[in-house]
């Protein structure tokens, strides 16, 4: 994988080993914030956008460090008169945060503001991100001409009934397991087939299954009290 630059354009080969792309200078508008998605993890990525709307993205830029990929992507621009106005942010197509949460409000206020993938909440205070498990990530000023929330935001309200619909079915699967188990306990005792080792098997796959399903009651339960404090925070920004 590399991106090499010359005075006719770019040359890039990504994942599709054997397979290069020439473009031109005269093809490319400008290069933008991309984001890469592997294993639930998302990083930055450049982005070559074309003259035409279509967004090439540049994979091999995801195994170098940003800050280098950024100053080199500037420097190979500037000659042909080309925008590199890059955040190292990892952004959707339109320069949208490519994860929710919560942001610094890229208006410049002393604040914060939730992104839920369509628009910003109102500003909410700073130590509303404390008690998150997630980090508040910075926002580029750009970002600030995203829509805004227009009136009550309703975001978080909706993930908030959301999460307690997913804490209490974990809660009860977690449970109605281990009661399925303790009723039918005497019978597996005396189960002829079952061997120590089956048994100790069994007891371990059944621990596990029943801790998976807590842990996601659990996880569901405190999202559910971070998205009613947003929810909370978002009323009295409002006046509601």
């Known amino acids: 994988m ?3 630059t010359d ?3 770019v040359l890039m080969r990504n994942f599709h080993f054997g397979r290069s792309r020439r473009i031109a200078w005269s093809e490319i508008s400008h290069f933008a914030d991309g984001c890469y998605t592997k294993e639930g993890v998302t990083s930055w990525s450049l982005v070559i956008a074309l003259c035409t709307g279509k967004q090439v993205p540049v994979l091999c830029s995801v195994l ?4 280098e990929v950024m100053a ?7 000659p042909h008169g080309i925008p ?7 952004a959707k197509s339109g320069g949208r945060p490519a994860e929710r949460g919560l942001y610094d409000d890229p208006g410049g206020q002393d604040g914060l503001r939730y992104w839920d993938g369509r628009r910003w909440s109102p500003l909410l205070p700073m130590d509303i991100g404390e ?4 980090n508040v990530q910075e926002a580029p000023a750009s970002w600030s001409e995203l829509p805004m929330a227009d ?3 309703t975001y978080a ?3 908030a009934r959301v999460s307690t619909v997913r804490s209490v079915v974990g809660a009860a699967i977690a449970a109605g397991f281990l009661a399925l188990i303790l009723v039918n306990q005497p019978w597996l005792y005396q189960h002829p087939k079952m061997s120590v080792g089956a048994w100790v098997a069994a007891a371990v796959s059944a621990a596990v299954f029943i801790a998976l399903f807590a842990l996601m009651a659990r996880a569901s339960w405190l999202e559910r009290r971070h998205f009613l404090k947003l929810d909370a925070a978002a009323k009295r920004a409002l006046g509601n």
């Open 84 to 90: 590199a106005e890059l955040t190292g942010l990892p």
């Open 131 to 134: 008690s998150s498990s997630k």
């Open 151 to 153: 009136g009550r935001w």
């Open 157 to 159: 309200a909706v993930a």
């Open 2 to 4: 590399f991106l090499r």
């Open 64 to 67: 170098a460090p940003v800050d």
């Open 7 to 9: 005075d006719a354009g």
């Open 72 to 78: 080199a992507a500037r420097e190979a621009a500037q």
